[in-house]
């Protein structure tokens, strides 16, 4: 097979909300990190071209001639299939433990892999060498009778397992003739009964997750896509902290060979925001609840109230970025970036993003930790550093690193911090709190209908900043944002122009103009998510129907988007699972589907 054949973006999430995964159609586990997400890659094949004989983990069936991969339902378990030409057949089972355990979530840094012969005498092998240093080497290995270290960085992880030893090490084909169990994991001994501790650790995590989607609202139509989108963007939440990672891979790139890659595995302000907005009106309060404590101790780390764009998923603010040297790049295409420069530049829309979640918290009575008059004092030096920057220059949601305007939907942003901190107030009895910030979020606001309308001779619409009248996708946010109605003419001219601007058959472009790479070759799939959304709200349903299932034809098998999709060819670019692209998938599916009224 060539390098394009092997690597795809056919990948299938497992994960636990401590560390996490990416299986290949082939049932190979070919992206992990340890300690957690943004780690080291351990698992790093995707990465590295066509190089598959190191930084992976995969079971080899002789002659195998097929596979095929399902998740089981309402779970994050996956089940592969392996078949080879003489009707053997074996069966792995994937999945990172997770449930509750000694009045804790049990969550190791650890997958479980079961394999089990179905039909035949099927002959495998198992490849597995972990490496370390960001494909720097191979990890080295010690042994015991049950067990194989691997001597990762910074600490070693263990192999525990029924399989024979040996034939792990050497790589040598053997016969499967009875289940076969994986533990890999924290370097201790595994106690007791390995067989009956991981298929109890399966039924323990099936459970929970079972009953985790058994809480969701979702709507009537579409409601496996929805449930898997929920589940994955679940698992890019690091527990431990509550932060949200943007997707779980770095340096895919957003179209071929642009070096228009980028590491992903950080939490940034805004996209955790559309997560925690889109997992909310499903009812995933747990997602938001954590969120929320994250967002309390960023808060309280910054500067006078002044946030960055995003940050690790332990709230580390410096985020330095790098190239790891002995990686080739996804089919070859390098950079391998570790870090994101984007931590330093100037993005004014994150203030109305910290608002807008954390207002939630002072009017919504199911939550187990409600917001009160210390969390508002917190929250207004967020939103004094909003109304101080709204109309000053920043690099802009696109984060251009070259050129810096005062762009359109980052000063929306900032109304809306202000706009939102006016209704907490009038709700704690603040009345002179609530007049302040009134008068604030009415102020940005006239400036913005003042300075970012381009009257064209037409009609006239919103540009994307005060300074040009070039457009971006962003712009058809402003009713969501609730800055404009939908019945507004001036934001029915400016979905017009966005439209006849930007679209490319059933794909959205973020813009079109020329940035720090060029011009943008591959469509942006949350920005084709906001058409529909727009089209849905200018009535043409019909239009929006047709165009959701469309987008949803361009999934992988597994039910996942990426960033990017290439809008000739239809296939996937850009880091993945992306979190803003399954957004756009639960938030067109709540509004296009039918009611449950008409089947109740």
């Known amino acids: 097979m060539t390098a394009n054949q092997q690597t795809s973006l056919e990948l299938w999430p497992v994960g636990n909300c401590q560390v996490s995964g990416l299986i290949d159609r082939r049932g190979a586990l070919v992206w992990g990190c340890v300690p957690r997400v943004d780690g080291d890659p351990i698992f790093c094949s995707l990465m590295n071209d066509d190089r598959r004989d190191v930084g992976e983990w995969r079971f080899e069936l002789e002659g195998q001639v097929s596979a095929t991969q399902h998740y089981e339902r309402n779970t994050p378990i996956l089940v592969t299939r392996l078949e080879a030409e003489d009707g053997s057949a074996v069966e792995i089972r994937d999945f990172c ?98 067989r009956a501790q991981l298929r109890q650790m399966e039924e323990q995590t099936r459970k929970y997750w079972t009953l985790w989607v058994r809480g969701l609202h979702i709507p009537l139509e579409w409601q496996d896509d929805v449930i898997r989108c929920a589940i994955a963007l679940k698992l890019c939440q690091h527990e431990e902290t509550g932060a949200i990672v943007a997707a779980l891979t770095t340096s895919i790139p957003e179209a071929p060979h642009s070096e228009r890659n980028w ?34 101790n960023i808060i309280d780390s910054a500067r006078g109230g002044q946030i960055q764009p995003l940050y690790s998923v332990m709230g580390d603010s410096e985020l330095d970025e790098t190239t790891a040297a002995h990686l080739a790049g996804y089919r070859g295409q390098g950079p391998v970036r570790v870090g994101n420069a984007a931590y330093f530049q100037v993005q004014h829309d994150c203030y109305g993003q910290i608002v807008m979640p954390t207002a939630q918290a002072f009017f919504d009575r199911r939550l187990l930790r409600m917001a009160d008059d ?14 101080k920057m709204h109309d000053q220059p920043d690099a802009g949601l696109w984060e251009f690193r070259t050129r810096q305007e005062v762009h359109t939907y980052s000063a929306v942003m900032c109304w809306a911090a202000c706009d939102r901190l006016a209704n907490v107030a009038a709700h704690l009895g603040k009345d002179d709190r609530h007049a302040l910030w009134r008068e604030r979020a009415q102020a940005i606001r006239e400036k913005i209908e003042r300075e970012a309308w381009v009257d064209d001779g037409g009609d006239g619409h919103f540009g994307a900043s005060f300074e040009s009248d070039y457009l971006d996708a962003s712009l058809l946010q402003m009713v969501e944002l609730r800055f404009l109605q939908p019945d507004d003419p001036r934001f029915q001219s400016t979905f017009a122009a966005v439209e006849k601007a930007l679209r490319r058959g059933e794909h959205m472009l973020r813009y079109d103009s ?20 727009a089209l849905h709200m200018a009535g043409r349903d019909e239009e929006a129907r047709v165009l959701f299932d ?27 699972p992306q979190t803003y692209s399954l957004v756009g998938i639960i938030n067109c599916a709540g509004l296009l589907s039918k009611p449950w009224s008409e089947v109740r």
Request: hydrophobic share 40%; glycine share 8%.
């Open 263 to 296: 590491d992903y595995r950080f939490c940034w302000i805004r996209d955790s925001y559309f997560t925690v907005q889109a997992l909310n009106r499903i009812g995933a309060l747990d997602v938001l609840e954590k969120y929320l404590a994250y967002l309390r």
């Open 514 to 533: 020329e940035d720090d790479f060029g011009l943008p070759e591959t469509a942006f799939n949350v920005c084709t998510f906001w058409l529909i959304e």
């Open 97 to 194: 433990p997770r449930f509750e355990r000694s009045g804790r979530m049990y969550r190791p840094v650890a997958w479980v892999r079961i394999v089990r012969p179905l039909a035949g005498a099927p002959r495998m092998r198992v490849v597995l060498r972990p490496m370390r240093g960001y494909g720097a080497q191979v990890a080295e290995t010690t042994n015991g009778t049950n067990h194989v270290r691997y001597l990762v960085s910074p600490q070693a992880i263990r192999l525990s397992t029924d399989a024979p030893i040996g034939h792990v090490l050497s790589g040598r084909v053997f016969r499967v003739e009875s289940d076969q169990h994986f533990f890999l994991g924290p370097d201790e001994p595994f106690s007791g009964n390995l």
């Open 550 to 576: 469309t987008m949803l034809s361009h999934r992988t098998a597994s039910g996942m988007l990426s960033e990017d999709i290439d809008f000739e060819s239809g296939e996937l670019w850009g880091n993945f």
């Open 374 to 387: 210390r969390d508002f004092a917190s929250l207004e030096k967020v939103g004094e550093m909003a109304w």
